[in-house]
């Protein structure tokens, strides 16, 4: 079994992707073990209708979700009552996680409206999914460079929020001291879509716990098999692979809803 926490429905905006039709998408996870995705929407990185984009997100992992797919809200502080829109997703459809692109909405981890971002989500009491990128700088589309996020800043302000489950995702270094320390900061996790080099998970090892590190594939985008095939090269073991691919992601996700009126499954 696992638990996929980076996928996304919906359309790339700058082309067609293999499996960008939400039915085969489903049918690729259920094919390769993956009994849960937390699905965003690519759409919410564009889109100036962020409660549209929620909606649509939900309507679409209820009617072609086929049980796999776990809705994952966008936020986007940059917008007018974007409160409401954490409201909504908590309250009208019944999700747990949000995710936030602060380098395509405009805003850096350094502004205050981020730090009022971490105040009304912990409120909330929901889990936060922060995107450092979506693609390599080196295929943006010319006339949308967008800069990868710096991360930097996060972990002077988790003192402030010890419990607000935060997950950053696509990010390219996991090792280092860096992510070393900011696996200390807080209650802060990492998925590993995007850990690239030969031996990435047993190099990963040495900076991360296990415990903080979660299955991601960033599919469509990423080829699912990338990201299985990171076990196979590295070989773990069985006790940290499970950990890594379902446990992890299970015991975040039932720890932090727990008493919730939450509607859907992890």
Not at 184 to 191: E, L, P, R, T
Request: glycine share 6%.
């Amino acid at each position: 079994m696992i638990t996929d926490i980076n996928v996304n429905v919906h359309r790339w905006p700058f082309r067609r992707l293999p499996l960008d039709e939400t039915s085969k998408l489903v049918n690729k996870l259920r094919q390769n073990g993956i009994v849960t995705a937390w699905a965003g929407s690519f759409d919410g990185v564009l889109h100036q209708d962020v409660a549209a984009v929620n909606l649509r997100t939900t309507e679409e992992c209820r009617q072609h979700g086929d049980g796999v797919l776990l809705p994952v809200g966008t936020i986007n502080p940059t917008l007018p009552d974007w409160p409401d829109d954490v409201r909504r997703c908590r309250q009208d459809h019944g999700m747990q996680i949000v995710r936030i692109y602060p380098n395509y909405h405009g805003y850096k981890l350094t502004d205050p409206v981020f730090e009022q971002l971490l105040n009304v989500i912990d409120e909330q009491q929901l889990i936060l999914q922060l995107v450092l990128k979506m693609e390599d700088v080196r295929t943006h589309h010319p006339l949308m460079m967008v800069p990868t996020v710096d991360h930097a800043p996060l972990a002077k302000l988790l003192a402030d929020h010890p419990k607000l489950p935060v997950i950053l995702m696509n990010i390219d270094r996991l090792t280092g001291p860096d992510t070393s320390a900011l696996a200390k900061a807080g209650n802060v996790y990492f998925d590993i879509s995007h850990a690239e080099q030969v031996g990435a998970l047993e190099k990963v090892l040495h900076d991360i716990p296990y415990e903080r590190l979660l299955f991601g594939s960033h599919a469509p985008f990423f080829n699912l098999e990338s990201a299985l095939l990171k076990f196979r090269e590295s070989e773990p073991g069985d006790t940290i692979t499970r950990a890594i691919q379902f446990e992890n992601a299970t015991a975040l996700f039932k720890s932090h809803t727990a008493g919730s009126s939450a509607v859907h499954r992890p």
